[in-house]
């Protein structure tokens, strides 16, 4: 198997028969006769009261987890940056993304197999998004992708108004797939609820207008609500999640135009913004080639391989690509939550399947950094936040430190907490 293949396996865990089998980066399935063996050596470990987890070969890690004692989900991944702790948020955003789509109903209750099999088909695509997606990282950290906006005061009352008058209380203006602004209520949401929604809507091909059903995982499993989404311009959708009323026509006809026309110039700069996730005028250390930070109270979250202005990377010869950024920051985030940052849970639980720190140890790290030959990394844990940042290989390693202090401090400085929707506070000492 190809060193970047991983493969999902869904079955009912009373029976065992699969319901569906996705992969990523590679062209084979796996047989029948592999997945019953996978699904056989943990029905074994069952029937001998035996919780089997995890487990490692050579070139492969395997997860196993059952959910609501009714759903099996398998996954076997030979990616080198693989984690227990990864490979477990994967399923957990598959189970959840199964629910938000068909319910927890149909998943609990299993009364046809088949039928079953053919309403998992609409999940199809959404799921493959947290197998192939490489630009985003709400997976690991259950947070949703932010952008502060020029005009974000502007389009925040457009949309508060645009959402009442919808007769709803949850509205959301998106572009790129990230936020960038949202009513109250919808960020009181639970933030797993939240990340998926967004998810859904950046995973459907764009659309002038949309009714899409959806039950909330995590805040209405078995109830479903309507998900209607509007293209204002190309790349930037608003979503208002409501009840029976209003009609898709009736909002599309008589409110978009009338809340939204006015602003279209506001709503294309938030498309110029987007590839960096805040304006240029938040000044970086140059050495900076990758940035994720997290806001841990309000499940924000800044990320961007593109943290200097446009006109600056297109001087710079990109030794470093954008796909190699991409890929250095979410394997050094899926290391440092895995091993040296005590990871939570949606709810403040601690998670069960943390991997412990390297025996001797029983502290847990506030930062930590790894070096190669094409870049260095380096992640800061306060109270507050999380910042993980990716260099230049030039950039001295001593420097780092005080490097990811200013840049916190910069950024929490230069935005605004009234006017932005990731709503950073100034910085706490480590």
Same mark, same amino acid.
């Given at each position: 198997m190809e060193e970047t293949s991983v493969f999902l396996v869904c079955l009912t865990a009373s029976s065992g028969v699969p319901l569906y089998c996705r992969s990523k980066g590679s062209s084979?399935?796996?047989?029948?006769?592999?997945?019953?063996?996978?699904?056989g050596v943990h029905m074994f470990a069952n029937n001998q009261d035996v919780l089997l987890m995890s487990t490692r070969t050579e070139n492969s890690r395997v997860v196993w987890r059952t959910f609501h004692d009714s759903i099996n989900l398998i996954v076997m991944s030979c990616e080198n940056t693989a984690s227990d702790f990864s490979l477990n948020k994967l399923l957990e955003n598959v189970f959840s993304a199964m629910v938000l789509v068909i319910g927890l109903d149909d998943l609990v209750n299993i009364k046809n197999v088949e039928r079953l099999k053919k309403e998992l088909r609409a999940c199809y695509k959404l799921i493959d998004s947290f197998l192939t997606e490489s630009e985003?990282? $709400?997976?690991?950290?259950?947070?949703?992708?932010?952008?502060?906006a020029h005009d974000v005061a502007i389009l925040q009352e457009c949309l508060d108004g645009f959402t009442q008058a919808a007769e709803s209380e949850f509205g959301c203006l998106m572009a790129g797939g990230k936020v960038?602004? $949202?009513?109250?209520?919808?960020?009181?949401? $639970?933030?797993?609820?939240?990340?998926?929604?967004?998810?859904?809507?950046?995973?459907?091909?764009?659309?002038?207008?949309?009714?899409?059903?959806?039950? &909330?995982?995590?805040?209405?499993?078995?109830?479903?609500?309507?998900?209607?989404?509007?293209? &204002?311009?190309?790349?930037v959708d608003v979503c208002v999640l409501c009840g029976p009323s209003p009609s898709l026509q009736k909002v599309e006809s008589e409110l978009v135009e009338r809340f939204?026309?006015?602003?279209?110039?506001?709503?294309?700069?938030c498309l110029r913004v987007q590839l960096r996730s805040f304006p240029a005028s938040v000044p970086l250390h140059h050495g900076i080639?990758?940035?994720?930070?997290?806001?841990?109270?309000?499940?924000?979250?800044?990320?961007?391989?593109?943290?200097?202005?446009?006109?600056?990377?297109?001087?710079?010869?990109?030794?470093?690509?954008?796909?190699?950024?991409?890929?250095a920051l979410r394997s050094f985030c899926t290391l440092a939550l895995s091993r040296y940052?005590?990871?939570?849970?949606?709810?403040?639980?601690?998670?069960?399947?943390?991997?412990?720190?390297?025996?001797?140890?029983?502290?847990?790290?506030?930062?930590?950094?790894?070096?190669?030959?094409?870049?260095?990394?380096?992640?800061?844990?306060?109270?507050?936040?999380?910042?993980?940042?990716?260099?230049?290989?030039?950039?001295?390693?001593?420097?780092?430190?005080?490097?990811?202090?200013?840049?916190?401090?910069?950024?929490?400085?230069?935005?605004?907490?009234?006017?932005?929707?990731?709503?950073? $506070?100034?910085?706490?000492?480590?």
């Open positions: 084979r399935q796996l047989t029948f006769s592999v997945i019953g063996s996978l699904n985003k990282m $709400a997976d690991l950290t259950q947070c949703v992708d932010c952008i502060i960038v602004a $949202a009513t109250e209520k919808w960020w009181r949401l $639970a933030s797993q609820d939240v990340m998926l929604l967004c998810w859904l809507v950046a995973s459907l091909s764009p659309h002038s207008s949309r009714d899409y059903p959806v039950y &909330l995982p995590q805040g209405s499993p078995t109830v479903p609500h309507r998900l209607l989404t509007f293209q &204002l311009v190309p790349g939204w026309k006015p602003v279209v110039d506001p709503l294309k700069s080639v990758g940035l994720l930070l997290v806001n841990r109270d309000l499940n924000k979250r800044l990320y961007s391989v593109q943290v200097h202005p446009m006109e600056e990377m297109e001087r710079t010869e990109l030794k470093f690509t954008l796909e190699q950024r991409r890929a940052f005590n990871p939570d849970s949606v709810d403040g639980k601690n998670t069960p399947y943390e991997e412990r720190f390297a025996s001797g140890f029983s502290h847990h790290a506030h930062q930590c950094y790894t070096v190669s030959s094409s870049h260095k990394c380096y992640a800061v844990k306060t109270e507050l936040h999380l910042l993980f940042l990716v260099f230049q290989p030039e950039v001295p390693t001593f420097s780092m430190q005080t490097i990811a202090s200013k840049t916190l401090q910069q950024i929490s400085l230069s935005v605004s907490l009234k006017s932005t929707t990731i709503g950073l $506070a100034p910085a706490r000492n480590c």
